[in-house]
């Protein structure tokens, strides 16, 4: 059972949800990434996904698609972020989703990054455009490592489509609030409660919302049915917006603490 697994056994033995933040690494720097996964932890995230820039971020809005943007001027690298992880694993033990497309893990070299993942403390990869359909290869190479892949499900999901996925995914199923691409959203569609319940259906795992969910409100909403709820642009909205980086990490902990709050 690794970190993933844990949290949320640990999670329902106390009735709560998990909180999910993302960040894109890099943004605003490598220092900064660091040091904002400790505050997060600290400050009431269960578990933490981590951007790997990429030049084409189909997925991601334009809030994601800038930071992305400021993180590759800065030159971050794909083994920049596994050493980031490697140090953050000398003092904390949240649980890291490695959030990416697949072409960097390709040109990295997917047993490599596999065996360097699990050596640095990553517990799960979600590759936004790795169809279930391809990623047989993959998927055995992450289970070797005892590594989690996390799998997207949409509201356009066809009930075979969950079938195949439910069978595959691990750690825990990552349910789209919308179809599009990453950003914030005053409300949220009530297909994805019909989407959860579907993939009940199909799978004990674990389900967490996320695109668009930006407030506590939203964050209980989808609590109210669904495992976890996902928190990103919201986020990197508030990392973009802070021209004193003194005080981001006050301002970031106090975010964290205002979603996770009961």
């Known amino acids: 059972m690794n970190r993933i697994a844990k949290k ?16 894109t690494a890099g943004d605003p720097d490598l220092a900064a990434t660091e040091a904002l996964i400790l505050k997060m932890a600290e400050c009431g995230a269960d578990i933490i996904e981590l951007g790997v820039p990429f030049s084409d971020p189909m997925a991601d809005g334009p809030v994601i698609q800038r930071a992305t943007e400021r993180a590759l001027t800065k030159g971050t690298k794909l083994i920049d972020i596994l050493d980031l992880v490697s140090r953050v694993r000398k003092v904390s033990q949240v649980p890291i989703v490695l959030f990416s497309y697949f072409n960097p893990l390709l040109q990295f070299g997917l047993e490599k990054l596999a065996k360097k993942a699990a050596e640095v403390g990553i517990d799960g990869v ?11 290869n993959f998927l055995s190479i992450l289970c070797r490592y005892n590594l989690d892949m996390i799998f997207l499900l949409a509201p356009t999901s066809s009930d075979e489509r969950i079938a195949k996925v439910t069978k595959l995914a691990r750690g825990f199923i990552y349910a789209v609030s919308r179809t599009g691409i990453t950003g914030i959203q005053q409300t949220l569609s009530d297909t ?39 928190v990103g642009s919201r986020i990197v909205a508030e990392i973009e917006a802070c021209k004193d980086q003194t005080q981001l990490l006050e301002k970031i902990g106090s975010l964290i603490q205002e979603l996770a709050s009961d």
Not at 8 to 23: G, S, V
Not at 218 to 225: D, F, G, R, S
């Open 126 to 136: 979600l590759v936004t455009d790795l169809s279930p359909e391809e990623a047989g």
């Open 192 to 230: 994805v409660v019909e989407l959860v319940l579907r993939i009940r259906k199909h799978s004990n795992l674990p389900i967490a919302v996320g695109f668009g969910i930006s407030s506590r409100e939203q964050v209980k909403e989808v609590c109210c049915y669904a495992d976890g709820a996902i």
């Open 8 to 23: 949320f056994q640990a999670l329902n033995k106390t009735e709560r949800k998990a909180l999910i933040p993302y960040i």
